[in-house]
């Protein structure tokens, strides 16, 4: 009568096939993982940059390319990708079998800020030595980056009041008190202050038409009047140097004079 068959042979041959495949497994993904295996051959930018951006990202991403296919760490390198200055959003994915695709969007300034950085549409205030900044690109001051939003939207009201007279802002500046002030493109000053600039805005368009005859004689306006304004003239279109000057005149502003007036 033949013996019954006992099961842990049956067990032995499962577990020693088991622990191959276990075996098998580890090592096939410590070989995926390994820098060397699968190594990216196509790099490949896309989004509208200028020159010197796109050099500027060709060396992080020279950098940060540190694995192949499977090993590279799609975040950090979106991670430190995002982290130049002028980067406005980054997406970073890899096609098989060899290829790693990054579109890089960039921050489009429209104006400068505070002379050393630049601002976006959206008020965002970034500092970028690679970017390009166009010329006659207006000028805006205000206490802190956090103060962008409320500087851009005001040159924005102002200056589309001001197109239709042919007159630009080169600066528009919010000092600490809270006070306004603007440089036209030829140099004239205004100062509109704290309060009431709206109506302030308003006053200086009903004269402007009539000053602008003497625009080259102009140095600053001041309109931080209750119902008028103040003119400073240039120096240089002040003087008459026959008259011999009076104790008044030596002692007037060298600015130039001043004339105010109700409006």
Request: hydrophobic share 40%.
């Amino acid at each position: 009568m033949p013996r019954p068959r006992r099961p842990w042979g049956r067990w032995l041959l499962g577990l020693v096939l088991l622990s191959g495949m276990l075996a098998g497994g580890a090592w096939g993904v410590v070989w995926l993982r390994a820098p060397h295996t699968l190594p990216f051959e196509v790099v490949h930018i896309g989004g509208e940059l200028q020159p010197l951006h796109r050099a500027a990202l060709e060396k992080v991403v020279a950098v940060e390319i540190r694995g192949g296919f499977f090993s590279l760490d799609l975040q950090g390198v979106q991670q430190a990708i995002s982290k130049l200055p002028w980067v406005e959003q980054a997406t970073v994915r890899r096609l098989w079998p060899d290829r790693l695709d990054l579109h890089v969007r960039e921050r489009r300034p429209v104006a400068r800020w505070s002379g050393e950085g630049l601002v976006t549409a959206e008020g965002v205030v970034f500092h970028s030595k690679d970017t390009e900044i166009p010329a006659g690109m207006p000028n805006l001051v205000g206490p802190d980056a956090q103060s962008a939003p409320l500087v851009l939207e005001r040159h924005r009201e102002w200056q589309s009041l001001l197109q239709p007279r042919g007159v630009e802002i080169d600066e528009l500046r919010l000092d600490a008190r809270g006070a306004w002030s603007l440089i036209l493109k030829d140099g004239l000053r205004i100062e509109l202050g704290k309060t009431e600039v709206n109506e302030r805005l308003a006053r200086l368009l009903r004269v402007l038409p009539h000053l602008r005859q003497q625009a080259a004689t102009l140095e600053r306006i001041d309109l931080r009047y209750s119902n008028g304004l103040a003119v400073q003239w240039r120096a240089e279109v002040i003087a008459e140097p026959e008259r011999p000057k009076s104790a008044k005149d030596r002692a007037s502003p060298r600015g130039g004079t001043r004339t105010t007036g109700r409006i």
